[in-house]
């Protein structure tokens, strides 16, 4: 089992960045691909970004593409996200989570362990 906490969220002007750490407990951190999901008030749980066990491989959705950057360091058993650019549409509940399955997995039903979340909010 893997515990994932989140932080470095917070209130950010608009075409501010930030950036989102994750990090996992246990020694089998790289046995993992890493995503990130975001959730806004009575919206769905969406899609951000994967990166695979290595890093090697990473997949993000299309309109955040150039925004927002993935990131690993297995060695700290923690995963990024770097947010440029931010957007009022930007704001939301921020979470990591761990696969064992698919390379770069895209949909939140495909992860086994989920961070509590870290709110992101964007406005002036």
């Known amino acids: 089992q893997v515990q994932l906490v989140e932080s470095g969220g917070g209130l950010v002007q608009p075409g501010g960045s930030l950036r989102l750490s994750c990090a996992a407990s246990?020694?089998?951190?790289?046995?993992?691909?890493m995503g990130w999901f975001r959730q806004a008030p009575g919206k769905e749980r969406e899609f951000v970004a994967a990166?695979?066990?290595?890093?090697?491989?990473?997949y993000y959705a299309d309109s955040l593409k150039g925004r927002f950057t993935i990131s690993r360091d297995n060695a700290k058993n923690t995963v990024y996200l770097q947010m440029n650019s931010l957007k009022p549409e930007d704001t939301a509940v921020y979470y990591c989570?761990?696969?064992?399955?698919?390379?770069?997995?895209?949909?939140?039903?495909?992860?086994?362990?989920w961070g509590q979340g870290t709110q992101v909010t964007v406005s002036s």
């Open positions: 990166i695979s066990r290595s890093g090697g491989n990473i």
């Open positions: 989570a761990a696969s064992y399955g698919p390379v770069l997995p895209r949909t939140d039903h495909e992860y086994d362990y």
């Open positions: 246990g020694r089998t951190f790289s046995s993992y691909a």
